[in-house]
């Protein structure tokens, strides 16, 4: 039987030990603030400057000398462009490399020093990707200032980041179930493209949507690759034109993206076209949101049915 | 690897009578990295019978039951290094490196510890197996399901929610869903990891009266922590300690009157 005296002192050692509880709390929710709040006021400054700027007009005109006539038409269509072809090159390969390097590649010294490598890559600054790109993509195999070289050089830039994001919604899958498959006879190839793919789906497109948020923002590696800043036509759509485009003649358009289109607005003197600057702003931070908010909701679809 | 025929014979093969051998386990060396695991192990295995394993924790069953099944080659550094499994009628090395695994799996089929049920609905659970083999035709595959899910006595209880997810089942279901996939593609050999450890006494008790079923149709090959589940349902026992077989008998024999000490000792459980 306990005594009444030491269950008091066993009730002050609580109190005692739980302070360091409220300690933390409140250190938490300060540190939580911080980055919400100064977020919040950074965007909501900018929504006030941009928002009224925002009309059916500066969706649908090109960059013009005048700041009230200014819009982002050229810079929209070139991020969407842009935004496709990475989409459609990083995809593919970071997801069969990332596959590979999970499911079939030996494990051994140049496995690991690939792999250490990767985690390497996702960190190296993003203008070196673009001076890449310039000898490379530019230079050597001439896709020239374009659409093509600009998505590859961000499918460079987010393929570590879709790699990773790839192993390790891999790694998410239990061992059971993998060797489960093997169990019933399957080759490598059926595991992969009958389990280990459809199961690691929303984890990959989690990845993907990372990456391609850190992409529709980059400007530095397009800069580098010498993408226009004033630009006031559209690559021809295919079979449009005289004579007709071909299917794929836009990639090898010049463009502008969001990013450039900001950058250089807020370089110009007048006020006018800082505030054209923070109401492109306000489109690319939804355009992010709205990216983010697809790849919620698709997530939410591909794990319905995903229960272990 | 050595050739089936260079192998002696371990002579163990008779027993119950009648008895036709399906596999017979000669000499196995078998390492993790360089941890000995299974040292000169041999064992017959008898058609249409259940043979058990037991043992302390530790000793090297599952490591045996996965060399049946060539789980082993799906990890790195694992190494058959001596001996082998012989597979009868066929009389070949089921471990000789030019023998592909995924033959043996489809001839081989494994139920785990924890039921594994894939994500999927409970018709593809079973359906599965015989998909990766090629089979495509609806009704064909239709009628296999069934008659697995029959097998495995899941049937009644899910032929009205074919389409729903195999995780969704209890945890008996779900282990007797995977019963099904591993007997839908009409296999000859089918290893059991301690089925019955995640369930719960009644769970149990219908897995057992299954698997003395299914020995009409398949040769049966099971783990098991539980003597008594031993005594219960096999034909025949083996007694492994620190990756070494100490005594294989028909499970009467084992049971009532152990040959060695040591294997007394564990099953009255004075040791283990
Ligand atoms: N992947 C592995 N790598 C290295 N050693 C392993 C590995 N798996 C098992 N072992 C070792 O091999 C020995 C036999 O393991 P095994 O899993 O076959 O035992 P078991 O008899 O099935 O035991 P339990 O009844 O606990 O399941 C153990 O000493 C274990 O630590
Ligand atoms: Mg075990």
Redesign the pocket.
Known sequence: MMKAADLDAIRAIITRAKRWDLIFSVLGILSLMLGILTFVVLFIDMAIQGVPRLSYDFFTSFPSRRAENAGILSAWVGTILVMLVTALSAVPLGVAAGVYLEEYAPKNWMTDIIEINISNLAGIPSIVYGLLALGLFVYYFGFGQSILTAGLTLALLILPVIIVATREAIRAIPQSIHEGSYACGATTWQTVSDHILPYSSAGILTGVIIGMARAIGETAPIITIGALTFIAFLPTPPFAGDPPAGMFDWIFAPFTVMPIQMFNWTSRPEAAFTLNAAAAGFVLVFMTLAMNGLAIYLRYQLRKNIKW | MVNPMQIPSTGLAAGVEGAVLKADVRDLDFY??A?H?LKRVSMPIHDHMVTALI?P???????LLRCFNRMHDL?PGNKYAGGGIVFYPDNTNLLAPDVDPIEVRMRISMVFQKPNPFPKSIYENVAYSLRVRGMRNKNELDDRVESALKGAALWNEVSNRLKELGANLSGGQQQRLCIARALASDPEIILFD?PTSALDPIATASIEELIIELKEKVTILI?T?NMQQAARISDYTAYMYLGEMVEFGVTDQIFIKPQKKATEDYITGRFG
Do not use: I, L, R
């Not at chain 2, 924790?57 to 490591?63: A, F, N």
């Open positions: 993790y990295g941890f695991a043992g924790s530790g000793c090297g069953k599952s490591t990890y301690e783990v922590h």
